[in-house]
């Protein structure tokens, strides 16, 4: 799994002070939808890389940490953002969203986790074969949301004539519908683009052109969730990191 390198300088000296000892009664409970082959839900549990790190995080602090499976992302991040409660639990994180300046209001986050991108997918007997935003004049579009995604997908229609955007519930059924020639395009992460389609069986279906890069990172809600908490977990991911403990 590819990772960004964290700017270790720009990093105040007290964050690297901080101490993962024991945190006496500190639990931290996350929600996730899937998002394969990042995270993804089974019948033991959620799985994938990202749940891999936040247990060893955890397991480094030596605190209580739980992961639940939610249907959707606008669900959690409003169980985040409002600090609400999920069988019995108070919901303090999500893994993983993006970094943007509107979420800081109600989000910590933690140093980046990877770093992938966003792009078109198209069916692969598109005579048109467009290879960058200019060339999709005319197309219908889905994508999942409404999202960051979505709202990206809607800067891209301001500049081009003729695009039309379909809005899906999930990552999965834009690509169904793409397949079925339904919309004449995809835009979606790349990386979960290509697994879906893999795992779905769309052999119809390829990645076209990226648009553009993306950081994702943990995210933990203000309303619920101790700063100092926050704050040992991202020292207790660094540790990790530099030791090469998640590298591999």
């Given at each position: 799994?590819?990772?960004t390198?964290?700017?270790w300088?720009?990093?105040p000296?007290?964050?690297f002070?901080?101490?993962?000892?024991?945190?006496?009664?500190a639990?931290?409970?996350?929600?996730?939808?899937?998002?394969?082959?990042?995270?993804?839900?089974?019948e033991?549990?959620?799985?994938?890389?990202?749940?891999?790190?936040?247990?060893?995080?955890?397991?480094?602090m030596?605190?209580?940490c739980?992961i639940?499976?939610?249907?959707?992302?606008?669900?959690?991040?409003?169980m985040?953002?409002?600090g609400?409660?999920f069988?019995?639990?108070?919901?303090?994180?999500?893994a993983?969203?993006?970094?943007?300046?509107?979420?800081?209001?109600?989000?910590?986050?933690?140093?980046?986790?990877?770093?992938t991108?966003?792009?078109?997918?198209i069916r692969?007997n598109?005579?048109?074969?467009?290879?960058?935003i200019?060339?999709?004049?005319?197309?219908?579009?889905?994508?999942?949301?409404?999202?960051?995604?979505?709202?990206?997908?809607?800067?891209?229609?301001?500049?081009?004539?003729?695009?039309?955007?379909?809005?899906s519930?999930?990552?999965?059924?834009?690509?169904k519908?793409?397949?079925?020639?339904?919309?004449d395009?995809v835009?979606?992460n790349k990386d979960?683009?290509?697994y879906?389609?893999?795992s779905?069986?769309?052999?119809?279906?390829?990645?076209?052109f990226?648009?553009?890069?993306?950081?994702?990172?943990?995210?933990?809600s203000?309303?619920?969730t101790?700063?100092?908490?926050?704050d040992?977990?991202?020292?207790?991911?660094?540790?990790?990191?530099?030791?090469?403990?998640?590298?591999?």
């Open positions: 799994m590819r990772k390198s964290v700017l300088h720009l990093l000296p007290l964050f002070s901080l101490s993962t000892n024991t945190l006496y009664g639990e931290l409970n996350f929600v996730t939808p899937n998002s394969a082959p990042f995270q993804y839900n089974t033991q549990g959620m799985r994938g890389p990202f749940i891999k790190i936040i247990w060893k995080i955890c397991d480094e030596q605190i209580s739980n639940y499976y939610v249907e959707s992302w606008n669900r959690a991040k409003k985040v953002r409002l609400s409660t069988k019995l639990k108070k919901v303090n994180g999500i993983t969203l993006a970094w943007s300046e509107e979420r800081t209001a109600w989000l910590y986050y933690s140093p980046p986790i990877i770093q991108g966003y792009g078109i997918f692969k598109d005579i048109r074969k467009p290879s960058s200019l060339d999709l004049q005319g197309y219908t579009i889905s994508v999942h949301g409404p999202s960051k995604s979505s709202r990206n997908l809607e800067l891209i229609k301001n500049e081009i004539a003729g695009l039309d955007i379909d809005m519930f999930d990552q999965e059924s834009g690509l519908k793409l397949s079925l020639g339904r919309v395009a835009y979606l979960i683009g290509k879906l389609i893999r779905l069986g769309l052999g119809n279906v390829s990645y076209a990226d648009h553009q890069t993306v950081t994702y990172f943990f995210a933990f203000k309303a619920s101790d700063k100092k908490v926050v040992r977990f991202n020292a207790a991911y660094i540790k990790l990191y530099e030791g090469g403990v998640l590298k591999h």
